[in-house]
């Protein structure tokens, strides 16, 4: 199975960026679109980026324009790069791989990392 690892997150001010990456163990990594959630305090954890094995993506409404998943498989790893950052922002960010589009980039399991905090304040 994959193991998960998010880094990256930390504070910053609205309009900056900060570039998240999810590294990943196991082979298995490539066979499986991956995504990003985030959950911010007494909230449902939402979904934010998914990208598929062969690199198709999509985002959620709210951070369409600013935010940007990519993934590298050489080096099992998947980033969030995230522009112009809104104190809404702010929220504990996850990773995990994903059902495909086609199942809404619902996460394939309930396995959570300690994900990465992203506080944006001024």
Known sequence: QVQ???SGGGLVQPGGSLRLSCAA???IFNIYAMAWYRQAPGKQREFIAGITTGGSTAYADSVKGRFTISRDNAKN???LQMNSLKPEDT???YCNT???PS?????R???WGQGTQVTVSS
């Not at 199942?103 to 996460?107: M, N």
């Open 98 to 100: 994903a059902r495909p």
């Open 109 to 111: 399991n309930d396995y």
């Open 91 to 93: 929220a504990v960010y």
């Open 25 to 27: 163990s196991g082979r």
């Open 77 to 79: 790893t998947v980033y």
């Open 103 to 107: 199942a809404g980039w619902g996460p």
């Open 4 to 6: 998960l690892v998010e």
